[in-house]
Structure formats: C-alpha cells, structure tokens
C-alpha cells in the first residue's frame, strides 16, 4: 500500500466523480425537489452512453452525440412520468418497469451486442480515461453550466411550481398547478441530465456496456446525501440552492475518492458493493441521528427548565 500509488490514482477518483456527480444532478431534481424515487436512472445512464457510442462510432460528431444521447434520457425519464400519472402506476414501480425495458432498448441500440467500444485515438472524444486533466476540465465546464441551467430554471415559475410540487402536492394542485405534468417535466429533465452523464462517462471509460448503469442511483444518492451532510457541516443554514447543487458535485468527487482509498487499501473487490451500501447508510443516517440528538437536548432544556 504505497501512498504514492494513492495520490497518483486521485486525480483519476476526481475525474470520475465530477461526472458522477453531473448524474447525481439528476437524481437532486427527483429524490430532493420531487420527493419521487426515480428508478429508471440506472437504465438511462446506459442508454446515454449506449446512443453516445453508437452514433460517435457513426460519424456524428461527440456534441451531436451527446445532444441525443441526452434527448433519449428525456424520452426514458418521460415514459416513467406517463406510467405514474397517466396509468397509475407507483412512483418505484414505474421506475422498475422503464428500467427493465431500457434493457432491451439499450441492447438494440447497441445492436445486440453487450458492448461497444470507441477509441480516443480514433475519434475526438471530450474526455477520456488516457487525458485526466482534460477530463476534470471539460466536467467541470459541463457541471458549472448545467448547475447556472437548473438555478435558472428552477427560478422560474414553471420551476417554482415543480418544487411546490414536491413540497406539498395537495396544496400546489389546489393552486391550480398540473402537478401531474409538473412530475413528467422533472422526470424528463433529470434522465436527460443523467443520460448526458452517461454519455461522458462512455467516453472517459472507452465503451459503453449495458451494465454500465447498474447501481447508479445508489452513486447518485450518495453523492446527494454527502454533498447535504457535508454542505450543512461546512455552510449551514446559509446553505442556498445553488450551494447545494455544487455540494452534489463535491458529494460526488468524495465518494469516488473514499472507494478510491477502499480500493488502496486493498479490500476485496468482491465487497465493493457492501462498502457502497455501508458508506450511502452512515451518510443517510447522519442528518436523522443528528435531528435526533438535537430533539434530545431540547426536551431535556425543557424539562430542566420546568424544574
């Protein structure tokens, strides 16, 4: 365990987090400002990569790419939107039900084949696996400008009426909002957004597999979860909106640098799973132990102040 060898793969754990974490943007529209649990993202992360690699090996060029690649997560993240609304289907199981479909829709996009190589010698990919320090450049670029889109959305009233949606459904369809439509709108968004991640990180990793996105909404929680305990632990209550968009991304880069150590320290690859799931518990668990601990001292203030 040479800590040189530790430093030497952090600038790799970065690059990988940054484009995670432009994922986990997309899981931060569903989980935190629609309080929807959003399954299909583990099937349209590899339905943008599968589409990305397609078309680049092609002939398109890699924005054209990843600008279908990302319209095709919009049209997954709509197919669970319409399941929900328009037939009633629970918010998990629709999920469940458009990721098991994209399966065989990204298998098809792939024609047939499990995976789908494409080379940085031979075409002109954004980044790439080989050139780390363009990568987390070209990420950065695309994390900040994706995060400027959604503050200005989210800011509009058709974003204002997607967060009261999620805030308090009842009350923002008695205001008159379609929150039928607004769900739709979010799901489209965020799938567009993680597709768009998956077209990346096809190309840092040189291929698209089918199972590239599998456990990916756990990856994007975590980055969720950690950006929040980390942004409170650090900004507080002077944590805004666009504060805690940028702690996604940060959320996103620390976990990949704590499986980075994971890995260093040479623990099974086989249990790489079970730390991922240990690691997304102890960070979701935070914020409730700690609203707990201080529920806690407030009733014994009470009780030692009715003495």
């Not at 899981?27 to 583990?42: G, I, P």
């Not at 990302?70 to 997954?76: D, E, H, I, K, M």
């Not at 499986?259 to 623990?267: A, Q, S, Y």
Request: hydrophobic fraction near 55%.
């Amino acid at each position: 365990m040479d800590i040189a060898t530790l430093f030497s793969a952090m600038p790799g754990n970065v690059a990988q987090g940054i484009i995670w974490g432009i994922m986990a943007l997309g899981v931060f529209m569903t989980f935190k400002l629609l309080n929807f649990a959003d399954l299909t993202v583990d099937g349209s992360f590899a339905t943008g990569g599968a589409v990305a690699v397609i078309l680049i090996t092609g002939g398109w060029s890699v924005p054209a790419a990843l600008i279908m690649a990302t319209l095709a997560g919009v049209l997954a993240g709509m197919a669970t939107g319409i399941l929900h609304t328009v037939f009633g289907i629970p918010d998990i199981l629709a999920g469940i039900l458009t990721q098991i479909a994209l399966y065989s829709v990204n298998l098809n996009i792939m024609t047939g084949k499990a995976n789908v190589a494409v080379s940085v010698d031979k075409y002109n990919l954004l980044v790439s696996l080989r050139f780390v320090p363009k990568t987390i450049l070209v990420a950065s670029i695309f994390a900040i400008a994706l995060i400027s889109l959604m503050y200005w959305y989210f800011g509009t009233s058709q974003g204002c009426a997607i967060r009261a949606t999620g805030n308090n459904p009842a009350m923002s369809s008695a205001q008159g909002i379609n929150i039928n439509l607004m769900k739709v709108i979010t799901l489209a968004l965020s799938n567009g957004v993680v597709a768009l991640s998956g077209g990346l990180m096809a190309q840092y990793q040189g291929f698209a597999d089918i199972n590239m996105g599998r456990g990916a909404i756990v990856i994007g929680l975590a980055a969720v979860i950690i950006g929040e305990v980390l942004g409170h632990a650090i900004i507080g209550k002077r944590m805004n909106f666009i504060i805690r968009m940028l702690f996604v991304i940060l959320g996103g880069i620390v976990y990949y640098i704590v499986i980075g150590i994971v890995l260093w320290l040479r623990m099974p690859t086989n249990d790489l799973k079970l730390f991922t799931a240990i690691i997304v518990a102890i960070f979701l668990a935070v914020p409730y132990l700690r609203g707990q601990a201080r529920s806690s001292f407030r009733k014994a203030a009470r009780k030692g102040g009715q003495k």
